[in-house]
């Protein structure tokens, strides 16, 4: 574990985001235009990251009890293949279809393709990520509003600690839904190749960023990208708290539309969800929102 009084470790509060955002897509970039499999590349580089993150939060942790085990690695673990391996082969070839129709439409009325394919690929990739929060903000806002779906989405909040690998506890049923949303005005748009790969990985690098458990320094990038401290007061066991900072990668669409909350110099103290006898084995979570009554909140909390 690193000192914190060091000049060292302060810069390192600042670096390490740039270097783990930008340092992944540009490998990833690099090794695509060298003709290396898409496929390849993109999960190799994730993967890499894992290593990257475990290795911070153990040097860097924003807060030491995180980083002791809560008998979740299992739960995150199982999570991780069905929600982030399985769901998405199985899903997005049907979404595609489903929306092969509008989107050929909506090419026809442009008078060809409407993804700009000649930008430059960061270029490309802004637009994407603009796209896909687009979606997905009102897919994860209308997770917490509205009570069905809540249930489901309550199991990504069921985590009593933060840590990188938790970013893919999610329920079967809130990934479909949230891959719908993320997925639709992209698709819709008709983006595809590269620029998919590298948005990729650059959602898993917000994903981790989101959830981790390193001492970051943001400065005014927390009014670009939703992570860290925003993502950790979404996790918040106050529901007037928990209820802002929705954008999956970034902030612009809760700064739009009200939702960003970031208090100053005041540290996130408990998470989680409210009711402490909610279940942690994943599929106990898997069938939780299936039982009767309100396991996830106590009675008269959740607003």
């Excluded at 390192?12 to 540009?26: H, K």
């Excluded at 809560?70 to 979404?95: C, E, Q």
């Excluded at 819709?188 to 959830?211: P, W």
């Amino acid at each position: 574990m690193l000192r914190t009084d060091t000049p060292l470790y302060r810069r390192l509060q600042w670096l390490i985001f740039p270097a783990l955002f930008i340092g992944p897509l540009w490998g990833a970039a690099v090794l695509i235009g060298a003709g290396y499999s898409v496929a390849i590349v993109t999960y190799g580089v994730i993967a890499a990251m894992w290593i990257a993150f475990l290795a911070l939060e153990w040097l860097m942790p924003f807060r030491r009890d995180w980083n002791t085990p809560a008998g979740d690695l299992r739960n995150d673990t199982i999570s991780a293949l069905i929600a982030y391996g399985l769901l998405p082969a199985l899903l997005k070839p049907v979404f595609y279809a489903m929306l092969a129709g509008a989107a050929a439409w909506l090419a026809l009325q442009w008078g060809g393709n409407i993804w700009p394919t000649h930008w430059p690929l960061w270029a490309q990739l802004i637009i994407l990520m603009l796209a896909g929060d687009a979606g997905r903000y009102w897919g994860h806002r209308l997770a917490h509003e509205v009570p069905l779906l809540w249930r489901f989405h309550a199991v990504h909040h069921s985590a009593t600690r933060l840590w990188f690998f938790n970013a893919m506890r999610q329920h079967p049923v809130d990934k479909t839904v949230f891959t719908f949303t993320e997925l639709l005005f992209p698709i819709l748009l008709g983006a595809q190749g590269d620029v998919l790969a590298l948005y990729l990985i650059a959602t898993a690098s917000c994903g981790y960023f989101q959830h981790c458990n390193i001492d970051v320094k943001l400065g005014p990038l927390y009014y670009i990208f939703n992570i860290v401290d925003l993502h950790r007061w979404h996790h918040s066991r106050e529901i007037w708290q928990s209820n802002n900072n929705y954008g999956n990668n970034l902030i612009v669409y809760d700064i739009l539309f009200g939702t960003r909350y970031l208090p100053k110099d005041e540290p996130i103290t408990d998470i989680g969800l409210i009711n402490p006898d909610y279940p942690q084995t994943y599929w106990q979570q898997f069938m939780a929102p299936f039982r009767k009554g309100n396991l996830d909140k106590e009675v008269g909390r959740r607003v």
